[in-house]
């Protein structure tokens, strides 16, 4: 199980958009499209440290809601990202073994305003 939620102007990523709270139980995406998009990411389980990763842009979402409804939709841009990186949790997988460059810490993005440097 995985829970979401995001306001905008809390995100530093390129195509944020608002996220409701959102519970989703067996998670499973598919990338749509072969499309990527390469930013830093951060993660609460690694704190202060951030790196670059590629993502897919496009995914179909597939899950259960806590009423136990079957959702299914697409989703693009940060949602996916967030999608991605949460999913990989549950696989074990922490972001910095997707890292193939660019390490920073999260003090450093903000200040150098790295978050449009990844294009």
Same mark, same amino acid.
């Given at each position: 199980m995985i829970v979401v939620n995001a306001k905008k102007e809390d995100v530093t990523?390129?195509? +944020?958009?608002d996220i409701p709270l959102t519970v989703m139980i067996n998670p499973k995406w598919r990338n749509l499209t072969?499309?990527? !998009?390469?930013?830093?990411e951060a993660c +609460?389980?690694?704190p202060q440290i951030a790196g670059k990763v590629k993502r897919y842009n496009d995914i179909e979402l597939?899950?259960? !809601?806590e009423s136990g409804n079957?959702?299914?939709r697409e989703v693009n841009g940060f949602f996916a990202r967030l999608i991605q990186?949460?999913?990989?949790?549950?696989d074990g997988i922490v972001f910095l073994s997707k890292v193939k460059s660019d390490f920073a810490t999260k003090d450093m993005i903000k200040k150098y305003n790295?978050?449009?440097?990844s294009k």
């Open positions: 990523y390129n195509n +944020a958009q072969q499309k990527t !998009d390469e930013q830093f +609460a389980s690694v597939e899950y259960y !809601d079957y959702i299914k990186h949460e999913c990989d949790h549950l790295l978050k449009n440097s």
